[in-house]
């Protein structure tokens, strides 16, 4: 199995630290010093949140600011829209903002969440139907996702 690592940059270490574990995910102490964090999603899928000058260490290209200018956003799937809004109500709370409003299709509900540093994150809840056979086998209209 692949294991999926996203790096994102932050200005504050500690207060990244704090708004991921608000969301539920752990801190990997292994992989944890004073330039990043590792914060473990699931058993695949982790954040290295690591400072803006230690992040820049990686690359020769300008470190964007995710405050102004979004360069991805990373989507995680939930079980029902009452995870979804459960995980963007914790987020809120640690100092994470919704840059929009919530996006209902019917067969698919959607909200992002930008951490304290802007970084996007989305989180969506998609019909079992929808998931397995596609937006277009869904009863209501689906063109306009």
Not at 23 to 32: D, Q, R, V
């Amino acid at each position: 199995m692949t294991k999926v690592f996203v790096n994102l940059p932050t200005t504050d270490l500690e207060r990244a630290k704090a708004f991921y574990t608000a969301l539920g995910c752990t801190i990997n102490p292994a992989f944890t010093d004073e330039n990043a964090a590792c914060v473990v999603w699931s058993d695949d899928i982790y954040f290295m949140v690591l400072k803006r000058e230690f992040f820049a260490t990686f690359t020769d290209k300008p470190i964007a600011d995710p405050q102004a200018v979004a360069q991805v956003s990373v989507t995680f799937s939930r079980e029902s829209r009452e995870d979804v809004d459960a995980i963007i109500e914790k987020g809120l709370a640690a100092g994470g903002a919704e840059p929009k409003p919530a996006q209902d299709y019917g067969f698919m509900y959607s909200r992002d969440l930008d951490d304290p540093d802007g970084n996007s994150l989305g989180f969506l809840y998609m019909t079992p139907e929808a998931a397995e056979n596609g937006p277009e086998h869904v009863a209501g209209d689906a063109s306009s996702v």
